[in-house]
Antibody, heavy 119, light 111 residues
Framework: QALLVESGGGVVQPGRSLRLSCAASGFNFNSSPMVWVRQAPGRGLEWMAFVSSDGTKKYYADSVKGRHTISRDNSRNSVFLQMDGLKVDDTAVYYC????????????WGQGTLVTVSS | SAPTQTASVSGSPGQSITISCTVS?????????VSWYQQHPGKAPKVILYDVGHRPSGISDRFSGSRSANTAYLTISGLQADDEADYYC????????????FGGGTKLTVL
């Protein structure tokens, strides 16, 4: 059974950094593209970042490009999101999810970790 | 640009409802790169349809999808109380860049 568990969320001041982690199990992580998706309180879903299965291809939403960095460690079955220069608008639940083999949809999701950016 | 969804829809148990998702034709990788997600309050999203009308294993056949031009549709038949949730469509684009965009979501109320 596929399982994704996010960690690293919390309360952080504007301008500071935070690193989210997502531990995967129950599926072949090494061959799975991974994404981060966020959801601000009371709002809809927003795709943030994508990393290919081998980590060589990375894509970002315009809203976080240049501030956030996605990475993965296939030896640890984990994907990460380094968030720098956090803004109040980055307050959200952050989900990691597995991408389908053709990259077109997201089939497994974690339960999310809450990031609150506040002074 | 984000796909456009109706903000809310409602129906009674046993009825059918349809949610629409209008996508910019420049925002889709191909004609079938639309997926649908169900999200109950406080829970993670769950994919219920991909490639317009394909159901992942374990998803009820009460959920079906179709497409006409640049609009995708999610139909839920035989409405049940547990269907009350938010529903999001998403489009995937690999034309100018790689991009995944969610619609604004549709709140389904089962009366």
């Amino acid at each position: 059974q596929a399982l994704l568990v996010e960690s690293g969320g919390g309360v952080v001041q504007p301008g500071r950094s935070l690193r989210l982690s997502c531990a995967a199990s129950g599926f072949n992580f090494n061959s799975s593209p991974m994404v981060w998706v966020r959801q601000a309180p009371g709002r809809g879903l927003e795709w943030m970042a994508f990393v290919s299965s081998d980590g060589t291809k990375k894509y970002y939403a315009d809203s976080v490009k240049g501030r956030h960095t996605i990475s993965r460690d296939n030896s640890r079955n984990s994907v990460f999101l380094q968030m720098d220069g956090l803004k109040v608008d980055d307050t959200a639940v952050y989900y990691c999810a597995r991408g389908s083999s053709d990259w077109s949809y997201f089939d497994y999701w974690g339960q999310g970790t809450l990031v609150t950016v506040s002074s | 640009s984000a796909p456009t969804q109706t903000a809310s829809v409602s129906g009674s148990p046993g009825q059918s409802i349809t949610i629409s998702c209008t996508v910019s034709t420049s925002d889709i990788a191909d004609d079938d790169s639309v997926s649908w997600y169900q999200q109950h309050p406080g829970k993670a999203p769950k994919v219920i349809l991909y490639d317009v009308g394909h159901r992942p294993s374990g998803i009820s056949d009460r959920f079906s999808g179709s497409r006409s031009a640049n609009t995708a549709y999610l139909t839920i038949s035989g409405l049940q109380a547990d269907d009350e949730a938010d529903y999001y469509c998403a489009s995937y684009s690999n034309t100018l860049t790689f991009d995944w965009v969610f619609g604004g979501g549709t709140k389904l109320t089962v009366l």
